[in-house]
């Protein structure tokens, strides 16, 4: 159970975004096409709910990245607003985006480009909440937050080096409760990891969201793990949402190209709702991989639609108002 902060909002603020649009302007490449607009989001209206995980499914260049950026506060919408509990956001500085930071955070696909090998597990999990003046007695606060993904006072001094794959991630996920986040968005965040720490993973954010009433917004291209997790899911292709409803609707009735074209890459879908799961079912972690290696990494994403690789040290660090090195 992780500590309650004042973020400055309700606990069941929802994050939302309504008719957000946005486009780039091409500075580089062909010279012929310098200087052309290139449209990535069209009109997409999307909510997350504190006690909700809704997956987000596209193929790549479906403008997933950018409009993680977007709920991120990474980038502000060339249209369109996005809003937490009816606020609208404006991409500000960084003392008064504190309070957003500390309500909404984020998951990266890839744990080993944001957690610094020199840094402790304390000191990963505690460095936000120095950045974004979380109040409160941190040392509770990290101790509360790893517990709520499975990891012991144990892992307190342990380096990145030290973990496996799957408790990277947990890591990762610690990190971001820590600052009392209520909705975490997670890019591809189970995409480097073998069925078993998958699994392990999933079960952690799915207990999150019933237990803890944490929302997620869950990026993925495998529908396997969107029905696994979500309740809910949305289909992104060419920067508009195509297809949405319930996850098991998705993967058995799917009423949109783009779904189908996704589920007939993976024809044999194995899907256990951690919903449905019994507490004795919750995953544990010996501390190593299944094969007693230190656990696989997954290859950062990008969106093919800008090239703009959203699972990045710089990412995670203007997340939780850490300036890049």
């Known amino acids: 159970m992780t500590a309650a902060v004042a973020t400055g909002f309700a606990a069941d603020a929802a994050l939302a975004a309504t008719g957000v649009k946005h486009h780039y302007v091409r500075t580089t490449g062909n010279p012929f096409r310098a200087g052309k607009r290139l449209d990535v989001l069209d009109g997409v209206d999307l909510e997350i709910v504190p006690g909700e995980a809704v997956g987000i499914v596209g193929r790549s260049g479906s403008g997933k990245s950018t409009l993680l950026r977007v709920l991120l506060g990474l980038e502000a919408p060339s249209e369109g607003t996005v809003t937490v509990g009816g606020v609208p956001l404006a991409v500000s500085t960084?003392?008064?985006?504190?309070p957003f930071r500390r309500h909404v955070q984020y998951i990266p696909q890839e744990p080993a480009s944001t957690l610094d090998p020199r840094m402790t597990v304390y000191q990963l999990v505690s460095d936000p909440l120095t950045r974004l003046d979380v109040p409160g007695d941190h040392r509770e606060r990290v101790l509360a937050a790893l517990g709520a993904v499975h990891l012991g006072a144990e892992f307190l001094d342990r380096k990145p080096s030290e973990l496996s794959g799957g408790q990277a991630q947990r890591v990762a996920i610690a990190r971001a409760l820590a600052t009392g986040a209520r909705i975490l968005l997670a890019d591809e965040p189970v995409s480097g990891l073998d069925r078993p720490l998958r699994d392990e993973v999933l079960t952690v954010l799915g207990d999150l969201v019933r237990d803890e009433g944490v929302g997620v917004g869950f990026v993925s291209h495998d529908?396997?793990?969107?029905?696994?997790?979500?309740?809910?899911?949305?289909?992104?292709?060419?920067?508009?949402?195509?297809?949405?409803?319930p996850s098991i609707d998705l993967l058995t009735n799917p009423q949109h190209e783009?779904?189908?074209?996704?589920?007939?890459?993976?024809?044999?879908?194995?899907?256990?709702p951690v919903s449905a799961r019994t507490d004795g079912d919750d995953a544990t972690d010996d501390g190593r991989g299944d094969d007693g290696s230190a656990g696989p990494y997954g290859a950062a994403g990008t969106d093919d639609a800008t090239g703009d690789d959203v699972v990045s040290a710089a990412t995670h660090d203007a997340a939780v108002a850490r300036p890049a090195s």
């Open 94 to 98: 960084v003392r008064r985006m504190r």
């Open 223 to 245: 529908l396997e793990a969107v029905g696994i997790l979500c309740s809910r899911a949305v289909v992104l292709s060419g920067g508009r949402i195509v297809e949405e409803g």
């Open 258 to 272: 783009a779904t189908r074209t996704i589920l007939a890459a993976r024809p044999e879908l194995r899907i256990d």
